[in-house]
């Protein structure tokens, strides 16, 4: 008899929703601290305070999210049951503790007595991690696009996780003397090695499976899957020997495999059969329109050598295109989850929600418009340099994100009274 | 009374994808069905392969059949070519889903 590769292989919802809801709190977390940056603005982007806070928002809530969804698509997606549970909690634990640390120490810029405790612990808790996916790895046998983009990814954010160890180590003991081109490798394979490319692969199931698109056909992405390792390797090898031709063609590369995976999603669009513009659409196409905007940031900064073009880049990846696509798939994760809990084993006793009603529309649809004004403002506001109007982005994005929470809870919390009604009509008989 | 095929699909309407808001019937999911005595075989698809639901259709479509008097056993495979599309689908999911 065939699994049940939901239930059967993936860990149980509990685990998912421990990353999810972490998740949920690093992000409400880091919206509160943002308006304190509005000073940065006028400042020099790898300060160790925005340091601090891109850790906080990239591993808190971007990939800490991620992580609670690879161990629910996982299994579903490579049709192979996840290695170890027992390790997805213990890295969680570790995972949280880290970050906590390490964010703590690099804010404080106590680099020798807090900070290497907190990436000691981020780093054992990524290395259980990424050893879970590969021995899960070892009993695949459908290597799809998808199969092939989450393997290497995780060989990137290997290498990345253990540059940022060589990072911390290096702050106490100083044996390296370009601390930025380990910088510059640490972001390249931790940002586009792992992160990126980890929403193109897994981009392939969701994207379809939401927008109902079907006939496409898969040459850009595949095209974008070796373009994107050919560009971090040239990246890699140019930076540590210091060849800025290979580092170029490295840039160049990793580029073209942007815009290939764009493409890709493109398409993927323009074949969609639901053609509702609902907050989970609305929050693809501003995700993929903050990352091209992006990258034409990131080529200002490379042709000018203007400090504020990589600041703003940063800011627009990171709240722009990573915040849309993880936000529109917590709308879509989540629900599917908690129902799956909650109501799968009632289908046919009785009538069970549609996936959609565990999401306040209205809501989700007032934080995209929020959210999105607030960014706008933000950028704005890092372009003209004004800290005030970049306070006033920032709260807005904030607002935005306590809805975000808001759906969550509502989402969390769904049916859970009518359900226990039920349940006690069936202790007395009356259902 | 002998069970008609008839009779399985509107077992199989009960059935309802939770993401799309759709019965599988209505969606097009199901290709073929064929009753024999107390037996029945229905063959469906998904809109997407690695969908999370995968299991829980096959399971519920297979419930659903076995609930129908003088059903004893349902047998349900997935397959994939053809591959589903939205032509598949009833003129009402069509227009919902905004395919028109």
């Known amino acids: 008899m065939a699994k049940n590769l939901a239930t059967d292989m993936a860990p149980p919802f509990i685990l998912v929703a421990h990353y999810f809801i972490a998740g949920a709190i690093f992000y409400a977390f880091t ?3 943002l308006p304190f940056y509005a000073g940065e603005v006028n400042g020099y982007f790898l300060s160790s305070s925005i340091a601090s806070l891109m850790h906080l ?13 690879m161990y629910q698509l996982v299994p579903v997606v490579l049709e192979i049951p996840i290695f170890s549970k027992d390790f997805a909690y213990v890295q ?19 680099y ?26 070892r009993n695949i046998t459908r290597w799809d696009i998808v199969a092939k983009f989450i393997l290497v990814s995780n060989i990137f954010l290997t290498i990345g996780v253990t540059i940022g160890f060589i990072i911390a180590l290096n702050l106490i003991y100083g044996f390296y003397p370009d601390i930025l081109d380990l910088v510059q490798m640490h972001i390249a394979t931790t940002i586009f090695g792992y992160v990126i490319m980890t929403i193109m692969g897994i981009g392939m199931i969701l994207l379809p499976m ?10 850009a992405i595949e095209m974008a899957f070796y373009t994107i390792i050919i560009g971090l390797a040239l990246f890699l090898v140019g930076t540590f020997f210091k060849l800025n031709i290979l580092k170029f063609g490295g840039v160049l590369f990793s580029t073209v495999a942007i815009f290939f995976a764009l493409y890709q999603m493109y398409l993927i669009f323009s074949t969609r059969i639901r053609k509702q513009n609902d907050f989970w659409a609305k929050n693809m196409m501003a995700s993929f329109a903050t990352l091209i905007v992006s990258f034409f940031i990131l080529l200002a900064g490379v042709i000018t050598k203007n400090d504020t073009y990589y600041l703003l880049f940063g800011f627009t990846l990171f709240f722009g295109f990573f915040t849309f696509f993880v936000v529109g798939h917590i709308y879509k994760i989540l629900p599917f989850l908690v129902w799956y809990q909650r109501y799968s084993p009632l289908v046919g006793k009785i009538k069970v929600p ?41 709260v807005i994005m904030g607002i935005g994100t306590l809805l ?13 009274e009518e359900l226990k009604n039920y349940n006690e009509g069936l202790k007395d008989g009356s259902n | 009374m002998a069970v008609t095929e008839e009779m399985v699909y509107d077992a199989i309407k009960t059935v309802i994808d939770p993401e799309v808001g759709f019965d599988i019937y209505s969606l097009g999911l199901i290709y073929g069905v064929k009753v024999e005595g107390d037996h029945a075989h229905v063959t ?9 639901l995968h299991e829980m259709m096959k399971q519920w479509t297979k419930e659903a059949v076995e609930k129908i008097d003088g059903i004893n056993s349902c047998e349900v495979e997935i397959v994939w070519e053809p591959a589903w599309n939205v032509t598949m689908a009833s003129d009402e999911v069509k227009k919902a889903l905004g395919a028109f």
């Open chain 1, 404 to 416: 975000v929470i808001y759906n969550i809870y509502f989402t969390l919390i769904y049916g859970i």
């Open chain 1, 92 to 110: 969680f634990y570790m995972f949280v503790s880290g970050i906590l640390i390490f964010t703590f120490g690099l804010w404080n810029e106590n």
């Open chain 1, 210 to 219: 939401f927008s109902l698109s079907h006939g496409f056909k898969q040459t």
């Open chain 1, 57 to 69: 928002y990239l591993l808190g809530f971007v990939m800490m999210v991620i992580f609670g969804a």
């Open chain 2, 44 to 52: 469906m698809t998904l809109s997407t392969r690695g969908c999370p």
């Open chain 1, 354 to 394: 549609m996936l959609n009603d565990m999401v306040d529309e209205k809501v989700a649809d007032s934080q995209f418009w929020i959210t999105l004004i607030g960014l706008l403002l933000a950028i704005s506001a890092i372009i003209i340099k004004i800290p005030l109007i970049f306070q006033i982005g920032t």
């Open chain 1, 31 to 33: 919206a509160f601290l």
């Open chain 1, 112 to 137: 020798t007595q807090i900070l290497p405790y907190g990436a000691m612990l981020m780093y054992i808790s990524m290395l259980i991690f990424v050893a879970n996916v590969f021995l899960t790895y």
